[in-house]
């Protein structure tokens, strides 16, 4: 569970939001993403793989990746691996969060919209962020998400890549 700052709410982020879709085609924008991409790729040639190999991405982006699940359980997508440039924004292990801990309900709806469409059309998919979190710190970063699958065809995980060159920066106006 989030720990829960004084006299603020529970949840860690909130609105407002800036989520911005980007073609696939523009990953070469982002090299550390592209490389990334590139190792998934032979991995989903025959259904989509269980996991990603660290020793298959570039050294960059190690610090980057998160690995995401669905859980019936809390019938919700929940951290099972976060990424070092999120535990250390955050100060602690984001490992074990469900997504209905960190969002408020009205965004929860929207990634959960977002996530499961991303999921449906099984293809990697990038896009910009930007949001505020309880504190008013702004957080904006590119993200790669890559489908991932406990059975090689339930799409029921994914790895999720922030670029690191961009964590951090604002989009602008």
């Not at 793989?49 to 699940?69: C, F, G, H, N, Y």
């Not at 929940?78 to 969002?103: K, N």
């Not at 957080?139 to 961009?166: A, H, M, N, Q």
């Amino acid at each position: 569970m989030w720990p829960k700052p004084e006299n603020e709410d529970s949840n860690f982020f909130r609105l407002p939001s800036v989520h911005i879709p980007m073609p696939i085609g523009k990953i070469n924008d982002y090299p550390v993403l592209a490389a990334c991409l590139e190792a998934w790729r032979p991995t989903a040639a025959n259904g989509f793989p269980q996991s990603i190999d660290p020793l298959d991405m570039p050294p960059a982006a190690i610090k980057a990746i998160s690995l995401v699940e669905w859980s019936d359980e809390h019938g919700d997508w929940v951290l099972r691996l976060s990424s070092t440039l999120i535990d250390e924004s955050h100060g602690r292990s984001m490992r074990g969060t469900t997504f209905s801990e960190a969002f408020v309900p009205e965004d929860l709806a929207k990634v959960h919209a977002r996530l499961n469409e991303i999921m449906q059309r099984g293809e990697p998919d990038l896009g910009q962020h930007e949001f505020y979190d309880t504190r008013d710190r702004v957080w904006s970063f590119v993200r790669l998400i890559l489908p991932l699958s406990s059975d090689g065809v339930k799409r029921d995980r994914y790895c999720l890549i922030y670029d690191p060159e961009t964590f951090g920066r604002r989009i602008g106006t």
